[in-house]
């Protein structure tokens, strides 16, 4: 299986890539272009496994990807990289317009070339897996969980930027026959996480002594999913998801912000706790 990995160098790119490299031994090649949000230290342990490549290009750069498709022959994309920081579409939505949007669109129409002219049994079992949020169904209610009916709703550039992309990944499917898959899940969390999001940071400032990043009464309610649990869903459903299907992945952790923070702290002082005993 010959897979390419768009952010790859990001937080669930850089798990679904292990997996993939270490677990399932596939060949992969992960294309990231290193934004401030691509980390290549999350991927040491495949650094130099032979059946492990990186790339570092746009994904709104046609020729790369071209080059990319053609070089490498992908059985399988699954395509992960974009702006992905709802705090940062706030103050510069261009960005996610220009990755999440156009991007998107790109490497459509260069699969679209690639899968085209494969020879019929290798277009048969070719897939785009398209990954995206289940922040473009809205906000969580007190109760209850989004279902893949659910009406999509986005509120922010971020979630907007991101239920275009799912649009346009349908349309690519019923228009031309592209095999797409699209899966959408809840927040995730785990090892190599950027520490600007709320688990990371919130940890970074206890431990510091800082103030804890709670917007509001912090009574915002999100569904939290381990991110290896994740990576491990995405490699089901690029295998088994049916054509044209879309996917939610949860982690049925339905938690409102300050129960999370509040968690982390129980956590931390139990721990700084037992460092004291063993001190003592
Ligand atoms: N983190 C979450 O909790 C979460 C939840 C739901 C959905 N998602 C979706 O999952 C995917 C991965 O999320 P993440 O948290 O790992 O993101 P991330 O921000 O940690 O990583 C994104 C990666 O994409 C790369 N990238 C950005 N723009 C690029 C471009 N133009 N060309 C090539 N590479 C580019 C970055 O360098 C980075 O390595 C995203 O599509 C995101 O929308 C994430």
Redesign the pocket.
Known sequence: MRVIV????????SALVRHLVLERGYDVLN?????Y??NRASLNSVEDKPNYRFLQ????DRGAMEKAFQDFRPNRIMH??????VDRSITGAADFI??NVI?TFTLLEVARGYWSKLPDAEKDAFRFLH?????VYGSLGEDGLFREDTPYDPSSPYSAS?ASSDHLAKAWQRTYGLPIVVSN????YGPFH?PE?LIPLTILNALAGERLPVYGKGNNVRDWLYVEDHARALDTIAERGRIGETYNVGGRNERRNIEVVRRICEVLDRLARRTAHVRN
Not at 31 to 35: E, N, S, Y
Not at 185 to 188: A, I, P, T
Request: proline content about 0%; some cysteine; overall charge negative.
């Open positions: 768009t952010g790859g160098a990001g937080f669930i790119g294309v990231d272009a290193l934004t949000a691509g290009a746009n994904i709104c992960l990289a974009a702006e992905s920081h220009e990755t991007g990954v995206s949020t289940d922040e991101k899940c809840s927040n995730n950027f999001k």
